[in-house]
């Protein structure tokens, strides 16, 4: 705790003096254009990664950032996409996974998670895209796939939750109007960089490559 106390006091006496214009200016609400969702591993930063300010991402986290699909029953994923969208008017939504990713590697053999009821029911939401690495390399069912495919499966997850979070009702109805993009991130906790797709693409790209256009008009 120390290392967290003296970030609080480094804060109350340098960064909030010299940022005090800007939290001002969000003391009485939010216009973010981003909802970001990611891990809860302490590894990432999302504000660091993206550089950006408070007020310019609306952060949702949890362990594999999974986004469940929309059913009538409600939970804290399914309230915040609703909030972000309908509500905050955000016009992109980042997906964003990572290597190294410790939900994804329990979803690699979730016969060794019997002890975590919970992480296992919830890392069933990732089922879709381990059946998929399972199938495309001939996995028997009575086996866990190994973590040679790691890379492969975190891939695969974040391109499932990009289409989970299509059945949202709120999503989908932006995504209908083109108010809303969706994108789906990979980042690189040691070398740093980003691979990207788009929500109708099935391969992850170089960033520079997907945003290319953006990056010319800086």
């Not at 939970?75 to 190294?100: F, P, Q």
């Not at 040679?148 to 949202?168: D, G, K, S, Y």
Request: a negative charge; charged letters at 20%.
């Amino acid at each position: 705790m120390e290392k967290i106390i003296k970030g609080v006091l480094n804060f109350r006496k340098n960064i909030y003096p010299e940022n005090k214009d800007l939290f001002g200016s969000l003391a009485d609400g939010q216009n973010p254009d981003v909802l970001f969702i990611t891990c809860s591993d302490s590894r990432i930063d999302p504000n660091m990664l993206t550089g950006s300010d408070p007020g310019d991402l609306f952060i949702c986290r949890n362990a594999g950032n999974i986004i469940p699909p929309h059913s009538n029953e409600t939970g804290g994923m399914t309230a915040s996409i609703e909030y972000a969208v309908a509500v905050l008017g955000v016009r992109h939504i980042i997906i964003c996974g990572h290597t190294d990713c410790g939900a994804i590697r329990g979803a690699l053999d979730l016969n060794a998670l019997n002890g975590l009821p919970h992480v296992k029911e919830w890392l069933s939401h990732c089922r879709s895209a381990m059946e998929i690495v399972r199938e495309r390399h001939g996995i028997p069912y009575d086996q866990c796939i190994d973590a040679e495919h790691m890379t492969e499966a975190i891939e695969e997850n974040v391109l499932q939750q990009v289409q989970h979070i299509r059945t949202h009702p709120a999503v989908a109805a932006k995504l209908a109007t083109g108010k809303v993009q969706i994108h789906g991130w990979i980042y690189n906790i040691k070398k740093g960089g980003i691979r990207c797709c788009n929500h109708n693409d099935s391969t992850f790209r170089k960033f520079d490559e997907v945003y290319a256009d953006i990056i010319e008009a800086l």
